[in-house]
Nanobody, 122 residues
Framework: QVQLVESGGGLVQPGSSLRLSCAAS????????MGWFRQAPGKEREFVIG???????SSADSAKGRFTISRDNAENTVYLQMNSLKPEDTAVYYC????????????????WGQGTQVTVSS
């Protein structure tokens, strides 16, 4: 059983940066694709960015040029670096894991963290 724990969320001003972490335990982290999703109040959960087990990265248009993802298989951790944050980035951010191959569909991920709140406001 894989357990995922996100951290690093908080309240920041527009234009700021934030790095989220997702620590995994159980399973074989290096064989998982890891995705970051977010859900704003009243909206559906949406894919932000993800990385496959081989390091292939896919990102939503909203993340391109501002967000990056990286993984440290030795530390069983995936990171989401968010730069130039905007108020519309405000959401609960979740990390998710599935076997090997990256997909943008949340229904294809079997393991989820509890989420971390990111609020971008002046």
């Amino acid at each position: 059983q894989v357990q995922l724990v996100e951290s690093g969320g908080g309240l920041v001003q527009p234009g700021s940066s934030l790095r989220l972490s997702c620590a995994a335990s159980g399973g074989t982290f290096s064989s998982y694709a890891m995705g970051w999703f977010r859900q704003a109040p009243g909206k559906e959960r949406e894919f932000v960015i993800g990385i496959s087990w081989t390091g292939i990265i896919s990102s939503a248009d909203s993340a391109k040029g501002r967000f990056t993802i990286s993984r440290d298989n030795a530390e069983n951790t995936v990171y989401l670096q968010m730069n130039s944050l905007k108020p519309e980035d405000t959401a609960v951010y979740y990390c998710a894991a599935r076997d090997k191959f990256l997909t943008t569909e949340s229904k294809n991920y079997g393991y989820w963290g509890q989420g971390t709140q990111v609020t971008v406001s002046s």
